[in-house]
């Protein structure tokens, strides 16, 4: 079987997982990335996941994440670069993310409150 690569059925799930949003809160962008929330804060920290301050808040920054910045994430943790060739490779991926379950969760809760409201 070949390889879509991120182009593929990933950008598909992330893409998929924005639906009908422009953003998404950090807990949903977790679940979305299959990632624990302390490792996307140290993602954040780092640098390599652009996010949106929304709201005023000084203390406490509340950060939503758009699709372009999670599409670049993942274009940019999918590619290796190797030490002075310049080359780009893809990495092999052991771990699949494995969106649907969160997805069609969502989808199941987002009908609830539409029948509930009904």
């Known amino acids: 079987m070949k390889s879509q690569?991120?182009?593929?059925?990933l950008a598909?799930?992330?893409?998929?997982?924005?639906?009908g949003r422009a953003t998404l809160d950090f807990a949903s962008t977790a679940k979305?990335?299959?990632m624990n929330l302390k490792s996307l804060r140290r993602h954040v920290k780092s640098g390599s996941i652009?996010?949106?301050?929304?709201?005023?808040?000084?203390l406490r920054v509340r950060r939503?994440?758009?699709l372009e910045d999670v599409l670049a994430f993942y274009e940019s943790a999918f590619?290796?670069?190797?030490?002075g060739s310049g080359r780009t490779e893809q990495i092999v991926r052991t771990r699949r993310l494995?969106?649907?379950?969160?997805?069609e969760g969502r989808?199941?809760?987002k009908a609830a409150r539409r029948s509930g409201k009904a």
């Open 79 to 83: 590619r290796k670069v190797e030490p």
């Open 32 to 34: 979305l990335l299959n």
């Open 50 to 58: 652009g996010f949106r301050a929304t709201g005023l808040g000084r």
């Open 64 to 66: 939503e994440f758009a």
């Open 98 to 103: 494995e969106g649907s379950d969160f997805l």
């Open 107 to 109: 989808a199941k809760r």
């Open 12 to 19: 598909d799930v992330i893409r998929r997982g924005f639906e």
């Open 5 to 9: 690569g991120f182009e593929g059925s």
